[in-house]
């Protein structure tokens, strides 16, 4: 869910920049606009990157240690032997 969230909150950020350094270039005349609306852009999309892979190696080791304590839920101890 988080990624798809993301993955949402990156496009409308995108197109709202990529609308508004157009229309900053045309008014400035410059290049400039569309550069640091760009450089924004992809530091958001990595930034966003970064926390899809943080967030799936913590959940890649969650069911390890699930796992290992059902495991040893199910090792039965007797006594007297």
């Known amino acids: ?13 995108a197109n709202t920049g ?6 900053a270039s045309y008014v400035l005349a410059s290049r400039w606009p569309d ?5 924004l852009i992809a530091a958001l999309f990595v930034s966003s990157a970064l ?5 799936a190696r913590i959940a ?7 796992a290992r304590r ?5 090792i039965k101890v ?4």
Do not use: Y
């Open 1 to 13: 869910m988080s990624s798809t969230w993301l993955c949402s909150r990156n496009d409308l950020f």
């Open 18 to 23: 990529v609308l508004l350094a157009a229309g």
């Open 70 to 74: 059902i495991e040893l839920s199910k």
């Open 60 to 66: 890649m080791q969650a069911p390890v240690q699930h």
């Open 78 to 81: 007797v006594k007297g032997e």
């Open 35 to 39: 550069i640091i609306v760009g450089t």
């Open 51 to 55: 926390h899809v892979i943080r967030q």
